[in-house]
């Protein structure tokens, strides 16, 4: 997933809107194309930060799109948080 960054955005995991068979990503996924992203990391910080990046990614690709929700998983301790970004703040 490419971003305004020189380098690609991975998300761990995704849920994808509207795509019926793996076979149509062609082994390419689109912000255009995400619903719900999830990041693992064993730092809560550092994956506040990189769920942020990944709402605001997927913002830019979606201009009518209300709000993102974004998936964190802490590996270190198995708990997991889920992070509701909307664009008025």
Known sequence: ?????THALKPDLVSLN???DESEL???VSWQDLAIACEVK???NVLLKQAGTYA????VA?????FVLVIGFN????EV???FYQRSG
Request: proline share 0%; hydrophobic share 20%; aromatic share 16%.
């Open 75 to 78: 590996h270190k301790t198995s």
């Open 26 to 28: 062609d082994g390419r």
């Open 62 to 66: 979606h201009e009518n799109r209300y």
């Open 18 to 20: 509207g795509v019926a």
């Open 1 to 5: 997933m490419k971003g305004g960054t």
């Open 42 to 44: 064993g730092d809560w």
């Open 56 to 59: 605001r990614c997927t913002f």
């Open 81 to 83: 948080q889920f992070y």
